[in-house]
């Protein structure tokens, strides 16, 4: 997996930041005594956890030392450590919460890492996860049209499981689990701006391995393929539909 670069990622905070301000929403714990964001990045969903839950002893994951680096910069009263989400479970008795925004979907297979995950945690402990679901919408299609029409190797990530299939793995193990969906629409300035998005995640494997020039045409021939897709809105904007999935696992 290519490097993550928390600069790129950070250009669009306060909408990554918002489905994390939405999953943490819907966490059914008052007290914490210990937490753990696993896939911090550069520590803003881990922000969120101090903040709501100031008494808890609050950490940080994550496999990336760019996105690490910035999270110690942001939290230096939290720990993080560089590991990987995929053989991650947790040990500390006292873990009330394990929290993981925009994360999993990295994890081929992630359903066993979750109910691995789940199954370690203490009873009323909670898991709560977000992860997006677009891998059919027109932006990640057209990384594929393009890598194809260009002859880059393909990258994309896997579609998610069904939710039949999280709720069939997960419920054995838990006490109360909910699954939603929320698509949320950003308002982007224009359609250089989704391909800005997208380069500080998605695009990312497609671009690691090409040269500067191969970059600026996969991306100006990328840019070229979800104009359409993208219309301008009547303020001059666009709008980037951006479906999400939200759950809940209370052990
Ligand atoms: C989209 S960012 C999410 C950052 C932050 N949680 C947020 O809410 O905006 C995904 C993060 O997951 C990390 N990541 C991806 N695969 C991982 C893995 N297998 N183990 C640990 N971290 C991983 C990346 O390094 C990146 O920082």
């Not at 069904?162 to 939603?180: F, H, K, M, Q």
């Not at 950003?186 to 020039?213: C, D, K, Q």
């Amino acid at each position: 997996m290519p490097e993550w670069n928390a600069r790129q990622y950070l250009q669009f905070e306060d909408e990554r930041t918002r489905p994390a301000r939405d999953l943490l929403a819907q966490v059914p714990l008052t007290q914490v005594r210990r937490a753990i964001d696993l896939g911090c990045g550069p520590g803003n969903s881990t922000e969120l956890l101090v903040s709501r839950y100031p008494s808890a002893i609050v950490s940080g994951l994550d496999s990336s030392p760019d996105m690490l680096h910035q999270a110690r910069q942001r939290l230096p009263q939290c720990g993080f450590i560089e590991d990987d989400l995929e053989r991650w479970a947790p040990t500390e008795p006292d873990t009330d919460l394990v929290f993981a925004n925009a994360a999993y979907q990295w994890v081929p297979n992630h359903l066993d890492a979750l109910c691995r995950v789940v199954a370690a945690l203490a009873p009323g402990a909670v898991l709560a996860a977000q992860m997006p679901d677009n891998t059919r919408e027109p932006s990640h299609l057209a990384m594929e049209t393009i890598a194809t029409r260009l002859g880059v190797p393909l990258a994309a990530r896997a579609d998610l499981p069904a939710v039949g299939n999280y709720y069939d793995a997960l419920t054995p193990l838990c006490s109360r689990l909910e699954i939603w969906h929320t698509v949320y629409n950003h308002v982007m300035p224009n359609t250089a701006a989704i391909a800005e998005w997208f380069r500080g995640s998605a695009l990312r494997p497609y671009l690691a391995g090409l040269s500067e020039a191969r970059s600026r045409e996969f991306l100006s021939e990328y840019l070229r393929e979800i104009a359409p897709h993208y219309p301008t809105r009547a303020d001059g904007k666009v709008l980037l539909r951006f479906p999400r999935l939200f759950l809940i696992a209370v052990r």
